[in-house]
């Protein structure tokens, strides 16, 4: 029951990364996924303000998986006189963590051009050294140049390009070792564990003791992923990325249980149902405790009102909002201490 399909995952890894989807900018994203569902053999549903919902059969006792498609980047907020473009973050991304990264500008005409995140001034060889010691700032000394013989605002205008373009990070993949590096770990790759694990299901004709109910959520990095559930919800299990640091458990090759983050504590019992099925299973685990800037998708549904239990599990990621890194080791325990907690 629990083999882990790696190339599928990482396949269908790389296909979310290849389509852009900074929160807010979702129709594409869900439209392949949607196409990646049925593809595996299920119905998916749309929800109005975006995201896919999918019934993967069971009765009684509703339980929802959630991963979020949406990831962080920038939006055009300014046009500056001489060409570049002044940008404001969606979600929590930090200038310190892009400047020199490519970018995607998607216009709202669906014209597409590309750039570069830039400190002003942005050679070292050519700038007093002063700006070694200013942390860049959206606001102050950063900007998108874009790669088009551009020298004023106009000229930028007369591209298409306009104040609440999106802008969107260069994923950057890469694979060694099993370490995979990329950006929008956070939560594209747990996106993939769910389809994974519902291609498992499928081919291997499984059933549910209970009603399970997955949602792919588009508004996760600005906090109302989940402020709406599926009739009759009693659970929500949230699978994202556990961030490492000094003080943290978390490891790149083990899945954490999370116990707590920056606004609630997860539900006893059921955290400790999940600790139980790790146990029980042998998966390589550890608990741990995300503050002070964390947040998983399944605060949006408490917050909203539901009398709901919610958990939340997800492999170990370093640098996360930056250019991420993690293993298929802690891909695979995610996935493996999904399939023990559906088989319960």
């Known amino acids: ?17 290849a389509t852009d989807s900074t929160t807010g900018e979702y129709e594409e994203i869900q439209e392949l996924v949607c196409g990646m569902i049925r593809e595996i053999g299920y119905d998916a549903e749309t929800t109005h303000k975006g995201g896919v919902i999918v019934d993967l059969g069971g009765e009684g006792n509703p339980l929802v998986l959630s991963a979020h498609l949406d990831v962080i980047g920038m939006m055009v907020r300014h046009i500056n ?31 597409l051009y590309t750039g570069t995140v830039c400190r002003i001034p942005n050679s070292l060889h050519v700038t007093e050294d002063e700006i070694t010691m200013t942390l860049p700032d959206f606001r102050k000394n950063v900007c998108v140049v874009l790669d088009n013989d551009v020298k004023s605002a106009q000229d930028v205008r007369d591209l298409g390009i306009e104040t609440g373009d999106y802008v ?42 209970r009603k399970v109910y997955v949602y792919f959520s588009v508004y996760e990095e600005i906090g109302h992923g989940t402020a709406w559930l599926p009739e009759g919800t009693k659970d929500i299990l949230a699978v994202d990325i556990a961030p490492m640091g000094p003080e943290q458990n978390s490891n790149e090759r083990k899945v954490s249980i999370f116990a707590k983050d920056a606004r609630f504590t997860y539900h006893d019992t059921m955290t400790n149902e999940l600790r139980a099925c790790a146990k029980q299973a042998g998966i390589d685990y550890v608990m741990d405790i995300f503050t002070p800037h964390y947040e998983s998708d399944g605060n ?42 559906l088989k319960k």
């Open 1 to 17: 029951m629990n083999g882990f399909d790696e190339k599928y995952c990482l396949e269908s890894f790389r296909k979310l990364l």
């Open 81 to 111: 006189a001489d060409g570049t473009l002044n940008v404001c973050p969606v979600g929590g991304l930090f200038p310190l963590y892009c400047v020199t990264e490519n970018v995607r500008i998607h216009t709202r005409d669906k014209k």
């Open 168 to 209: 969107d990070l260069e994923p950057r993949f890469t694979m060694s070792n099993g370490y995979i590096k990329s950006r929008f770990v956070d939560d594209k790759a747990n996106v993939s564990v769910i389809l994974t694990m519902m291609k498992a299901l499928k081919e291997k004709g499984l059933g549910l003791k």
């Open 300 to 341: 949006g549904s408490v917050a909203a009102g539901y009398d709901i239990r919610h958990a939340a599990i997800g492999p170990g990621t370093s640098n996360s909002h930056g250019y991420e890194r993690t293993h298929i080791d802690g891909l695979k325990n995610t996935y493996l201490l999904l399939m023990e907690y």
